[in-house]
């Protein structure tokens, strides 16, 4: 549904071209790990679709969570050198740009099965 889609790889393809803001990891003694700021920023987001569509059949919202874990895999297999690295601030407004991106293809997915 949404990782198997073109838009998806698309920002697979957006998110490899900039890997190299990953390339270096804030101090050490950080409060959140790049795993921490991942997790939460894709929770909160599939919060707020559930929250949009509160009509939504419950095995279709399994269905959504389960297409948000396969998303915080991925992104854990691209990250696993900084997976548990203290994310610097320029790191932590692209997660969030990047997770934005995620979102709207879990709207647009929404959107298609309401149809």
Same mark, same amino acid.
């Given at each position: 549904?949404?990782v198997?889609?073109? *838009?998806y =790889?698309?920002?697979?393809?957006?998110?490899?071209? =900039?890997?190299?803001?990953?390339? !270096?990891s804030?101090? #050490?003694g950080?409060?959140?790990t790049? #795993?921490?700021?991942? +997790?939460d920023?894709?929770? +909160?987001?599939?919060m707020?679709?559930?929250?949009?569509?509160?009509?939504?059949a !419950?095995?279709?919202?399994?269905?959504l969570?389960? #297409?948000?874990?396969?998303?915080?895999?991925?992104?854990?297999?691209?990250?696993? *050198?900084?997976? +548990?690295?203290?994310?610097?601030? #320029?790191?932590?407004v692209?997660?969030?740009?990047?997770?934005?991106?995620? !979102?709207?293809?879990?709207?647009?997915?929404?959107?298609q099965?309401?149809?």
């Open positions: 549904m949404v198997e889609s073109e *838009g =790889h698309a920002l697979i393809e957006y998110f490899t071209e =900039h890997l190299s803001l990953f390339e !270096k804030d101090a #050490e950080c409060a959140e790049v #795993e921490d700021v991942v +997790t920023m894709i929770a +909160t987001n599939l707020a679709v559930f929250a949009q569509n509160p009509d939504l !419950k095995d279709f919202r399994f269905k969570m389960q #297409e948000a874990d396969a998303v915080v895999e991925d992104l854990n297999e691209v990250l696993a *050198g900084v997976w +548990t690295r203290c994310p610097t601030n #320029e790191q932590v692209f997660l969030e740009d990047y997770i934005g991106l995620v !979102k709207n293809l879990f709207d647009s997915a929404i959107s099965y309401a149809q």
